[in-house]
């Protein structure tokens, strides 16, 4: 039964971060969210939302045609997609109908990290639109820490008063594009987890070409308050084993696992599901078959396909174990 799976996998995680207060706390949320999932079935099956229902786009091999199942094989089937930007001018155009293709992949929950002070009325207006699939976090990205940052910070700050956000990203330290600010993305960097720890929310990291100083930082700031996400891991086995050594940081997995050349594979077998979380990073990092082209919320049901080869896992078991570790971080 769908409850007793949902428990048997709390009480096997309960160590992982809140014990059984957690544990009750995602129960209910997955009720809830079968729910929900149950009403977009119909939403979906009377053609409510779905522009492209024969498109063929979304769906899961051998998948579709599976909307009159009940609600416990939506549960099955829901799919968290951890990091997504789809607020972007990018998704202007299709925007309703790639939602459709999310639902229609079986993604049931999509986290918006936010970018920078431009990017949060559009972060808003899409959770807006889509509440109950939507959801934003605020921070600063460390691509656009500029010297005005402490103006920015102050400006985000008193947001997090004003509506819901999930968790304080994306942040972190991108050395990639530029070294030059090192010193203020380290800066806004610990304020920002900081705010977090105030806040009790989970950070969103973005770690580019900066392992050495994210671990740097973390060392010296990390507690039991601060938890969160290690975002788009494309870290060696030796970085991952440190990520696990907190204790409570995930790794968020993308598109990237599915390009050969990329060495994820061979890293990510090693790593425990538990500390796994399905993400796309879009519109970027798109997945193979589409890599290349611009990507969207419902191709992570390719990373979920490439990380049950990966694992030799069933495809319903790598979604389900993700999106209950997603929900042990996050609380939409
Ligand atoms: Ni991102």
Redesign the pocket.
Known sequence: MHFGDVWIGFQKGSEFLFGVVVNFHLTIELSLQCAQNGRRQDDIANGAESDDKDSGYGRHPGKSNRWGQTSDYFCAMSLIDT???IYLPQFDEDLDAMIARAREAGVTKIFL?N?DLDSIPLMHKLSDRYPELCYPMLGL?PCDVKENYIDVLNTMKPMFNDRKYIAVG?IGIDLYWDKTTLDIQIEAFKIQCAWAKALALPI?I?ARDSFDEIFAVMDEIHDDKLFGVF??FTGHADQAKKVMSYGNFLMGIGGVLTYEKSGLDVVAKDIPMEYLVLET?SP?LTPKPFRGKRNESSYVKFVAEKLATVKELSYDEVIGTTSQNALKIFRP
Do not use: L, Y
Request: aromatic share 8%.
């Open positions: 990091h997504s930007h990290p970018i990205h994306e969103v973005h975002h788009c990073d970027f």
